[in-house]
């Protein structure tokens, strides 16, 4: 699949099976036929993810009006309808002018009705805080689950990243395991596999994965820990991206993700690039 700088979840019911590109804030789709169901993070940014009066808001004018609830950030919505679906997910871009996008994953499933899904449109790397100017964090992934957590879909989120153009090496993965940290003369944090969560390097934290946290005090959760983005002076988007712990120099958080991206520190001259989470 390609990569885009949007981000989210997108679920169809099909009749025909085609592939959607759409853009503008898009998060995480889920489609049927004619139907299509769009998430998004509900007008959440940063570490945390919506509220229930968010989510009323955002979807009271939609056909999603009365039909999600939330809990800690995570959205539930019942399958209506048995029927083949196309489910694309969107990936957060992490924070930094030329910071990693979010992977695109689309996956098709045939959903029985009643079946309760577990929704989560991640959100971007969140500016960092004062005095920690330098530490960008990365993008959170996005999921869609079971209520037991085994995953349908997950796009991996970017790193948080200083590269001064664009190089696509804190990228979102499309495969299951993260990216490792990245930046000439830089220190970088190891990927995330197989699930998990992504190595700190220096205070430069992991992307949290499905199963485990992101390493380092602000490493982003893992799914089934809440997800939240790590938050200390840069600060991961909801999905489990990564911050950084220290206020000094520069600093790049690993993706959140279905395995972390792995952190990376610059120091005070070289150009630290988290790395992306991955996808499945």
Not at 168 to 174: E, I
Not at 194 to 201: D, L, M, V, Y
Not at 211 to 225: C, P, Y
Request: glycine share 28%; proline share 4%.
């Amino acid at each position: 699949m390609a990569l885009f700088f949007i981000f989210g979840i997108n679920i169809i019911k099909m009749k025909l099976i085609k592939f959607l590109f759409i853009t503008g804030v898009l998060c995480l789709s889920i489609s049927r036929a004619q139907v299509s169901y769009t998430f998004v993070p509900c007008g959440a940014s940063g570490s945390v993810g919506p509220t229930a009066a968010m989510t009323g808001s955002t979807y009271l004018t939609t056909n999603l009006n009365g039909s999600v609830s939330v809990s800690a950030g995570i959205q539930s919505f019942t399958i209506p309808v048995t029927s083949a679906y196309r489910i694309t997910a969107y990936g957060a871009k992490g924070f930094g002018t030329n910071a990693g996008r979010g992977a695109v994953i689309a996956g098709d499933f045939t959903l029985t009705a009643g079946t309760v899904l577990y929704i989560l449109p991640g959100q971007q790397g969140a500016p960092p805080i004062s005095p920690g100017t330098n530490q960008y964090g990365g993008g959170g992934g996005s999921f869609v689950t079971y209520t037991n957590n085994t995953p349908l879909i997950v796009a991996g989120g970017g790193g948080g990243s200083w590269a001064q153009s664009y190089t696509g090496l804190s990228d979102g993965t499309v495969s299951i395991n993260g990216n490792p940290g990245a930046g000439a003369n830089c220190n970088i944090g190891t990927a995330g596999t197989s699930g998990g969560g992504g190595g700190t390097s220096s205070s430069a934290d992991g992307g949290g994965g499905l199963n485990s946290n992101g390493a380092g005090n602000a490493g982003g959760l893992a799914f089934v820990n809440g997800a939240t983005g790590g938050a200390q002076y840069g600060h991961g988007g909801f999905g489990g991206g990564g911050g950084a712990s220290s206020w000094d120099n520069r600093r790049g958080g690993g993706g959140g993700g279905y395995s972390g991206g792995g952190g990376s520190h610059g120091g005070t001259t070289y150009f630290p690039e988290g790395g992306g989470g991955g996808s499945i």
